[in-house]
T-cell receptor, first 116, second 111 residues
Framework: DGGITQSPKYLFRKEGQNVTLSCEQN?????MYWYRQDPGQGLRLIYY???????QKGDIAEGYSVSREKKESFPLTVTSAQKNPTAFYLC???????????????FGPGTRLTVL | GQQLNQSPQSMFIQEGEDVSMNCTSS?????WLWYKQDPGEGPVLLIA?????ELTSNGRLTAQFGITRKDSFLNISASIPSDVGIYFC???????????FGQGTRLTINP
């Protein structure tokens, strides 16, 4: 099945530790995105990548880092510099520039990160 | 960043009732998307709109791209229990690559 996978579903970490969230897609999409969702709130963009080996900061990039070494993968690292990392993290992908329907983003199932 | 005003924030209705929600902004949008999110899951795309005035249906769901290009509407007819969840609008501002998301409308249905 084509889709977006995020692992693990639940993640617990101690304060001060870096943690990396996985996002993989087999939709052959060029663009990938990371969002953060807090209870009762909408989605806030952390980072996005429109092509391999390139990415841009979103609205709340501080304390996060990403890489895009492969088209299929866009891992997100939550660093110890992120002041309030406990949240629900969502990865999404879209076809990318130049394709019809290229702005339709499709989401993974999410990873709930709890920092103790 | 840019904001979309989505209303209402929550709705409590009886099964079988129709539902209406909307998103508005002061900016002009080229794309409107509507998503549904179940608890603990990622949002699922329901309807995509690309032209001002466009009216698109997906089963009991109907969405419209406002004529002014500053708003969009989602209607659900004859609600059923599985419609429960949070509905998000998302839009792409003219000239931008990113989407802007509304705050969501939480729909609760009393059987």
């Amino acid at each position: 099945d084509g889709g977006i996978t995020q692992s693990p579903k639940y993640l617990f970490r101690k304060e001060g530790q870096n943690v990396t969230l996985s996002c993989e897609q087999n939709l052959n999409h060029d663009a990938m995105y990371w969002y953060r969702q807090d209870p009762g709130q909408g989605l806030r963009l952390i980072y996005y990548s429109q092509i391999v080996n390139d990415f841009q900061k979103g609205d709340i990039a501080e304390g996060y880092s990403v890489s895009r070494e492969k088209k299929e993968s866009f891992p997100l690292t939550v660093t110890s510099a992120q002041k309030n990392p406990t949240a629900f993290y969502l990865c999404a992908s879209s076809m990318g520039q130049g394709a019809s329907g290229n702005y339709e983003q499709f989401f993974g199932p999410g990873t709930r990160l709890t920092v103790l | 960043g840019q904001q979309l005003n989505q209303s209402p924030q929550s709705m409590f209705i009886q099964e079988g009732e129709d539902v209406s929600m909307n998103c508005t902004s002061s900016s002009i949008f080229n794309t409107w998307l509507w998503y549904k999110q179940d608890p603990g899951e990622g949002p699922v795309l329901l309807i995509a709109l690309y032209k001002a005035g466009e009216l698109t249906s997906n089963g009991r769901l109907t969405a419209q791209f406002g004529i002014t290009r500053k708003d969009s509407f989602l209607n659900i007819s004859a609600s059923i229990p599985s419609d429960v969840g949070i509905y998000f609008c998302a839009g792409r501002i003219q000239g931008a690559q990113k989407l802007v998301f509304g705050q969501g409308t939480r729909l609760t249905i009393n059987p």
